[in-house]
């Protein structure tokens, strides 16, 4: 990537031979050397975002192993809803604390919330690996964790979105990437260690990997030097006074009375619902209705979250040409088309290919939509603020999709196609929102890139 591919947002300098050989000249060396420290600053603020997305969307997207373990062992008297309102709950708070920490972060408090995230994180997750009950997980799987997750993910779309200006979209989509791989790691990690060593000992190997991608986003992560210097006075706000001014300002007005950015909510909101009842249930799918062998159907939700990996990098590439919400509309489109399909599957074969597929274009919408709120909101300001109202959303979505669906199911598992129907419905509703948010920006105009 050249230079100026990166930017950091860094304060503007006089240009050359505009000023005499005084002191204020600025030196040739140094401003040199300024350029390759921005450039590596902005490198390192990806390296922590990717490990940032492991911790959080890589869990989330891993609960499904939770989810087969809770139904098939340990909560086995527990209903399919009842268990998945653990997950649910994990989601919600992650992205109500999203939406809620959006001002702190605006308020330049980034590492006490990532210092604030990790320790929650950390907790929640050895604790769950102690835990005998079915509140004992909602508090320490779904509550702990979920606050800490919320705490860590919105720096980082944020700061790659501050310090990346051309090929935005593919930095993101890098950055994304790790949801997936954290997901693919940590669930072969569960699924592995959990039949040998038990339940508990398989959630604390995956609290030390945890543990050991949580240091690098401590040590690299900053913001760009000019925004540290505009918000000099707001970083001198103790974090009571900067939460008692977001409780003020959680909602930006201008973003309520701007259509497209509430119909691309609206598109997300209703699309990661229908992805998120899919990746919850669909190791239990691949168990009771395919038919292949109970290893295989274990290994479900990892083969997507593998080919997720994939789906978030090369979207990503063909986003910065065409687009983020165009590809935002596809990928939403053809998820839930796909989601419909999986009733068809009924062999080792098709089930491969089917998650092989579903995993590329469903990670591929996940990696995008901060991309996709920069784009359409044609502006950088409150940026935090917007992801955050984006998360705080999409998580009272997260919230009840997934209780819906177990519901839908039933105790006895036989209501599959009420499920997976449920679940294609959003997706493709959150097509036809996202189309309609790009239409109220720009028009009918279908090789304009938005």
Same mark, same amino acid.
């Given at each position: 990537?050249?230079?100026?591919?990166?930017?950091?947002?860094?304060?503007?300098?006089?240009?050359?031979?505009?000023?005499?050989?005084?002191?204020?000249?600025?030196?040739?060396?140094?401003?040199?050397?300024?350029?390759?420290?921005?450039?590596?600053?902005?490198? +390192?603020?990806? %390296?922590?975002?990717?490990? $940032?997305? *492991?911790?959080? &969307?890589?869990?989330?997207?891993?609960? =499904? #192993?939770?989810?087969?373990?809770?139904?098939?062992?340990?909560?086995?008297?527990?209903?399919?809803?009842?268990?998945?309102?653990?997950?649910?709950?994990?989601?919600?708070?992650?992205?109500?604390?999203?939406?809620?920490?959006?001002?702190?972060?605006?308020?330049?408090?980034?590492?006490?919330?990532?210092?604030?995230?990790?320790?929650?994180? +950390?907790?929640? %997750?050895?604790?769950?690996? $102690?835990? *005998?009950?079915? &509140?004992?997980?909602?508090?320490?799987? =779904? #509550?702990?964790?979920?606050?800490?997750?919320?705490?860590?993910?919105?720096?980082?779309?944020?700061?790659?979105?501050?310090?990346?200006?051309?090929?935005?979209?593919?930095?993101?989509?890098?950055?994304?990437?790790?949801?997936?791989?954290?997901?693919?790691?940590?669930?072969?990690?569960?699924?592995?260690?959990?039949?040998?060593?038990?339940?508990?000992?398989?959630?604390?190997?995956?609290?030390?990997?945890?543990?050991?991608?949580?240091?690098?986003?401590?040590?690299?992560?900053?913001?760009?030097?000019?925004?540290?210097?505009?918000?000099?006075?707001?970083?001198?706000?103790?974090?009571?006074?900067?939460?008692?001014?977001?409780?003020?300002?959680?909602?930006?007005?201008?973003?309520?009375?701007?259509?497209?950015?509430?119909?691309?909510?609206?598109?997300?909101?209703?699309?990661?619902?229908?992805?998120?009842?899919?990746?919850?249930?669909?190791?239990?799918?691949?168990?009771?209705?395919?038919?292949?062998?109970?290893?295989?159907?274990?290994?479900?939700?990892?083969?997507?979250?593998?080919?997720?990996?994939?789906?978030?990098?090369?979207?990503?590439?063909?986003?910065?040409?065409?687009?983020?919400?165009?590809?935002?509309?596809?990928?939403?489109?053809?998820?839930?088309?796909?989601?419909?399909?999986?009733?068809?599957?009924?062999?080792?074969?098709?089930?491969?290919?089917?998650?092989?597929?579903?995993?590329?274009?469903?990670?591929?919408?996940?990696?995008?939509?901060?991309?996709?709120?920069?784009?359409?909101?044609?502006?950088?300001?409150?940026?935090?603020?917007?992801?955050?109202?984006?998360?705080?959303?999409?998580?009272?979505?997260?919230?009840?999709?997934?209780?819906?669906?177990?519901?839908?199911?039933?105790?006895?598992?036989?209501?599959?196609?009420?499920?997976?129907?449920?679940?294609?419905?959003?997706?493709?509703?959150?097509?036809?929102?996202?189309?309609?948010?790009?239409?109220?920006?720009?028009?009918?105009?279908?090789?304009?890139?938005?």
């Amino acid at each position: 990537m050249q230079d100026q591919e990166i930017v950091s947002v860094e304060a503007s300098h006089p240009p050359a031979g505009t000023t005499s050989r005084g002191k204020n000249t600025p030196d040739h060396d140094e401003e040199n050397h300024h350029i390759h420290n921005s450039r590596t600053i902005a490198w +390192l603020q990806l %390296l922590g975002s990717f490990c $940032l997305n *492991v911790n959080t &969307w890589g869990m989330l997207g891993s609960f =499904g #192993v939770y989810q087969t373990h809770y139904s098939l062992k340990m909560l086995h008297e527990y209903s399919e809803s009842e268990i998945s309102w653990i997950g649910s709950v994990q989601g919600f708070f992650m992205f109500l604390v999203s939406f809620i920490i959006g001002p702190i972060f605006d308020a330049g408090h980034l590492h006490s919330l990532l210092r604030v995230g990790t320790l929650l994180s +950390l907790l929640g %997750l050895f604790m769950t690996s $102690l835990c *005998v009950s079915y &509140w004992q997980v909602i508090l320490a799987q =779904g #509550v702990a964790m979920g606050i800490g997750f919320g705490c860590l993910y919105l720096p980082a779309p944020a700061l790659v979105s501050m310090h990346f200006k051309k090929h935005q979209a593919l930095a993101m989509g890098l950055s994304s990437s790790g949801s997936g791989i954290g997901a693919v790691v940590f669930s072969l990690v569960f699924s592995h260690m959990e039949p040998r060593v038990g339940f508990a000992w398989a959630t604390r190997t995956v609290g030390f990997i945890l543990l050991a991608t949580s240091i690098i986003p401590l040590l690299v992560m900053r913001f760009p030097a000019s925004v540290k210097s505009e918000s000099a006075a707001t970083e001198k706000r103790t974090i009571a006074q900067s939460f008692v001014r977001c409780l003020q300002s959680l909602v930006e007005k201008g973003a309520l009375h701007d259509t497209p950015f509430i119909l691309l909510v609206v598109g997300a909101l209703t699309t990661f619902m229908g992805i998120y009842v899919m990746l919850y249930y669909i190791n239990l799918l691949a168990t009771q209705r395919t038919g292949v062998s109970l290893e295989l159907a274990s290994q479900t939700l990892t083969i997507v979250n593998g080919a997720s990996t994939f789906g978030r990098i090369l979207p990503s590439i063909l986003a910065d040409y065409i687009g983020s919400v165009q590809i935002l509309a596809m990928t939403a489109l053809l998820s839930g088309m796909l989601a419909f399909t999986s009733l068809s599957v009924n062999s080792t074969a098709t089930l491969i290919i089917w998650t092989i597929a579903f995993g590329s274009f469903s990670g591929a919408f996940m990696g995008l939509p901060a991309a996709g709120i920069v784009s359409i909101s044609n502006t950088t300001d409150n940026i935090g603020r917007r992801i955050g109202m984006t998360l705080g959303a999409v998580g009272c979505g997260v919230l009840i999709a997934e209780p819906i669906a177990g519901a839908i199911l039933g105790s006895r598992g036989n209501g599959w196609v009420g499920l997976i129907s449920w679940s294609a419905s959003l997706m493709m509703a959150g097509s036809v929102f996202t189309i309609l948010a790009r239409i109220k920006r720009v028009g009918i105009k279908p090789l304009q890139k938005i």
